[in-house]
Structures are given as C-alpha cells and as structure tokens.
C-alpha cells in the first residue's frame, strides 16, 4: 500500500456506507425492468443524488427512432415508449473532457417465478452484511459504488483539475441502447470504469453476444399417424446436437483470462415453441437463443459461422436438406471488447484497489456482454471493477455484500483523484 496524501486520506474516510445502502435500496425498489416505465422512473432518480452532488446534469430523452433505424445502433430486445439519458459531470478547475467516465445501467431484467425468491425482489433487504433484491449485483451496486465516490470527493471539499463524469444507462440487458445514446450524444472521456460485478477482480475484457432466432419447418400429420408427418421437435433436436458441437469447438484456445469459465462464448438456447395442437404432429418451431462472439471476432464473422454450421447441418439430413432452417438476428448485438494491452488504466486501478486497503485484484475476462465493447469501440479504453459475483445476476438469490459496495467505492474515489488532479 502506497503512502496516502493528506487530501486521499480525507476523500477516503469520507466514503459514506450507511448513506450508500440507503441509496441503493432506493434505487432497487424502483423495478426497472427493461421496456418499463420504472426504467425511465430511476433514471430521474439517479439524476437528481448528481443534482444533489453538484455536478452539470444532462438529461434527454432518448430519439428511440434514431436507435431503431442507425446503421451502428445495438438493437433493442424489448418495447420502449421512452426512455431518459443522464449524465453527471464534477467540472474540473482546467475543464476540457473528463479524465474519467464511470458508467453504470440502472435497468434490471425480470424477475422470473417470485416463488423461488426469499422475498418480494422490489422490497430490499438487509441479510447476512449483503442487500438482496433484483438488480442489487447487476448492477445497481455498482452504480451506487460510483455515486459514493463522487460523494466522497464533494465532502471531502476536493476541486478536481479535470472533470470525472457519471454516465447512467438503460438498456444494457438488451443490447447497449443507453450506452450507445450516451456517446452518440457527445460525452466521452480519457478512460472508462463500468462497475458491473467482478467478485473481486479487474475485467479487462467482455465477450460478445448475439441473439438469434432459428424457423424448422416439418409436416403436419394426425398424431396417431406420426409416421406420415414430419415432426418440427425432432428436427430440431438433430440441429441442436449439432449446435452443442459447434459450441464445445469455439471455447477451443479462449483467452487465457477466462480461466475457470466452461463457456467463455456459450451457446444457449432461451425459447422453444412449436406446434398448434397437441394431437398433430408440428409442422414449425422457432427457437430464440443467445450466441457468443469470441474475442477480437467481428460480428458479422461470427453470424456467418454460425449461419455455415447451421447450413451444412440441414445439408446433411435428408428432410432439411430441402427445408433448410431459417436462421435470422434479432434484438440485442454485443460485439466483443478489450482494454488495450499494457494500457496504464489496469494498473491505475489496481494500485487504487490495493491503497485504498483491498487485495490485488486479478485480472479476468468475463463471458457476458457489456457496456464496455461500446466505449472500447469509440476509443475509450474501459475496464470492469464492480462489486458482487455476476454469477448471481439474473437469478432469484441475487445480492450484493454491503463491504464490497464500500470496497470499490474507495478505490474508485481515489481513481478520481489520481486521474482527474486536484486543483
């Protein structure tokens, strides 16, 4: 641990953890589910603790149009009648962009069957020194880390020499659409810090994903003459075999940073519906999925092997052959991303983890896509620290632990000084 300065010291003890789990239970009260109205309801929420912070507040309403029409847009999974942007921005004594960018999405996904939770997931709760609800660990946890540091600094008296912004986000479950506003908008920065949950590492790069739909087409027949139709399942239990070969071949050689994940680019699929009658033989199914991109693969690469391993599939059955599935790309389209080798960021983080009285932090890659391919991509170098485990993200034991909130909001308070100056 390196000799703090006076002014880091202040700004550190300065970190207030009651106020931040009081915040973070404001926020996951409010059920931002991707499409809802609550997402844009949060997003009010988050600008005015920056109002409150003092920072240059810029709020807008998303042009849902443009994202749905622009050759560049992330595409979306869900329905949207509106949705808000907001970034807040610490001016800095020599102004120009920030130094530093922290981003974070305050939209969760849905809750699944509320059975399997403990408790309502919109009704935080405190239990065993961690906060459990839905978007707790992905990622309002993390975007609270990132309120408290800023806190930490306005409390602490500190004037910063260049600006630190806050980007605030919707629609990272589904693609990237607040992310891809945000920096359509103009806001940029030296280098980016999105807090999603790293169970205490440092991510340095993110998988892609693609989503995707897949048509089988068979022959209705009446049940009790099954052998007279073509069954739509059981074709496409053939294509799926095949698809599980085709995923087990692209983990070959990932990255050494994915170490410990069985599928750093998975293959997965969510729905299945087929058939219109229960004693016909189906004649259609259309399965959705989720698909992964493998680091520094294009996307479009990336469809068109999957689209050759779907095609060379049905060329060698005898039913598909003729009736090819149909394979189309819906809804979200995360590319992959990666902070650029030997880029000082890393190491500024880990020494900010490591003075602020953490442990050196590892670094890994994670297998989901993020928000970070977006900034990576318009040339910012961008790197995850965030706390709580993203393996329990989405899932009905979602929490995050209270120390970890506090644990990187420290490191990333002092991140603000060391990048941003004081004035």
Same mark, same amino acid.
């Given at each position: 641990?390196?000799?703090?300065?006076r002014?880091?010291?202040?700004v550190l003890?300065a970190?207030?953890?009651a106020?931040a789990?009081?915040l973070?239970c404001?926020?996951?009260?409010?059920?931002?589910?991707g499409?809802?109205?609550?997402e $844009?309801e949060?997003?009010?929420?988050?600008?005015g603790?920056?109002?409150?912070?003092?920072?240059?507040?810029?709020?807008?309403?998303?042009?849902l149009a443009?994202a749905?029409?622009?050759?560049?847009?992330p595409?979306q999974e869900?329905r949207?009648?509106e949705?808000? !942007?907001?970034? !807040?921005?610490?001016?800095?004594?020599d102004?120009?962009?920030p130094?530093?960018v922290?981003?974070?999405?305050?939209?969760?996904v849905?809750?699944?069957?509320?059975?399997?939770?403990?408790?309502?997931?919109?009704?935080?709760r405190?239990?065993?020194?961690a906060?459990?609800?839905?978007?707790?660990?992905?990622m309002?946890?993390g975007l +609270? $880390?990132a309120l408290a540091?800023?806190?930490?600094?306005q409390?602490?008296?500190?004037?910063?020499?260049?600006?630190?912004?806050?980007h605030s986000v919707v629609?990272?479950?589904d693609g990237?659409?607040?992310?891809?506003?945000?920096?359509?908008?103009?806001?940029?920065?030296?280098?980016c810090?999105v807090?999603?949950?790293?169970?205490?590492?440092?991510?340095t790069?993110?998988?892609?994903?693609?989503?995707?739909?897949?048509?089988?087409?068979g022959h209705?027949?009446?049940?009790?003459?099954?052998?007279?139709? +073509?069954?739509?399942v059981?074709?496409?239990?053939?294509?799926?075999?095949?698809?599980r070969?085709?995923?087990?071949?692209r983990?070959?050689?990932?990255?050494?940073r994915?170490?410990g994940?069985r599928?750093?680019?998975?293959?997965s699929?969510?729905?299945?519906h087929?058939g219109?009658?229960?004693s $016909?033989?189906?004649?259609r199914?259309v399965a959705?999925g989720?698909?992964?991109?493998?680091?520094?693969?294009?996307?479009?690469?990336?469809?068109?092997?999957?689209?050759?391993? +779907?095609?060379?599939?049905c060329?060698?059955?005898?039913?598909?052959?003729?009736?090819?599935?149909?394979?189309?790309?819906? !809804?979200?389209?995360?590319?992959s991303?990666?902070?650029?080798?030997a880029?000082?960021?890393?190491?500024?983080?880990?020494d900010?983890v490591v003075?602020?009285?953490?442990?050196p932090?590892?670094e890994?890659a994670?297998?989901?896509?993020?928000?970070?391919?977006?900034?990576?991509?318009?040339?910012?170098?961008?790197?995850?620290l !965030?706390?709580?485990?993203?393996?329990l993200?989405h899932g009905?034991?979602e929490?995050?632990?209270?120390?970890?909130?506090?644990?990187?909001?420290?490191?990333?308070?002092?991140?603000?000084?060391?990048?941003?100056?004081?004035?």
């Open positions: 641990m390196a000799d703090l300065t002014t880091e010291a202040a003890d970190v207030d953890e106020a789990v009081g973070l404001r926020l996951v009260a409010v059920p931002s589910v499409g809802s109205a609550a $844009s949060v997003q009010a929420l988050v600008a603790e920056l109002d409150a912070l003092g920072c240059d507040v810029d709020r807008w309403d998303i042009d443009a749905a029409t622009a050759p560049d847009a595409g869900v949207r009648e949705a808000l !942007g907001v970034v !807040g921005t610490v001016p800095g004594a102004g120009g962009d130094a530093l922290l981003c974070g999405h305050t939209d969760v849905p809750t699944g069957d509320r059975a399997l939770w403990a408790g309502d997931p919109f009704t935080p405190l239990d065993g020194g906060v459990h609800g839905r978007g707790t660990c992905d309002k946890g +609270v $880390s540091a800023l806190a930490a600094v409390a602490a008296g500190v004037r910063l020499r260049r600006p630190v912004a806050l629609g990272e479950e990237g659409l607040g992310a891809w506003a945000t920096l359509a908008r103009g806001h940029r920065g030296d280098a810090v807090p999603e949950p790293t169970d205490g590492a440092v991510v790069a993110a998988a892609g994903a693609l989503t995707f739909r897949l048509e089988v087409t209705a027949a009446h049940a009790a003459m099954r052998d007279r139709g +073509v069954s739509a059981e074709l496409f239990a053939a294509v799926h075999a095949d698809l070969a085709f995923e087990a071949e983990q070959r050689d990932a990255d050494p994915f170490a994940e599928y750093p680019f998975g293959l699929i969510g729905t299945v087929a219109d009658w229960a $016909s033989v189906p004649d199914l959705e989720r698909y992964g991109v493998r680091l520094g693969e294009p996307v479009e690469a990336a469809r068109a092997a999957f689209e050759a391993r +779907v095609a060379a599939s060329a060698g059955h005898p039913w598909l052959a003729a009736h090819p599935v149909r394979v189309t790309w819906t !809804g979200g389209a995360f590319a991303g990666q902070l650029p080798p880029h000082d960021l890393l190491g500024q983080v880990r900010a003075d602020a009285g953490g442990p932090p590892p890994r994670v297998t989901a896509g993020t928000d970070l391919r977006l900034y990576a991509a318009a040339g910012i170098p961008t790197l995850h !965030g706390p709580g485990d993203l393996h993200a009905p034991a929490r995050v632990p209270v120390a970890e909130v506090t644990a990187v909001a420290r490191a990333l308070a002092l991140l603000v000084l060391r990048r941003c100056g004081v004035a």
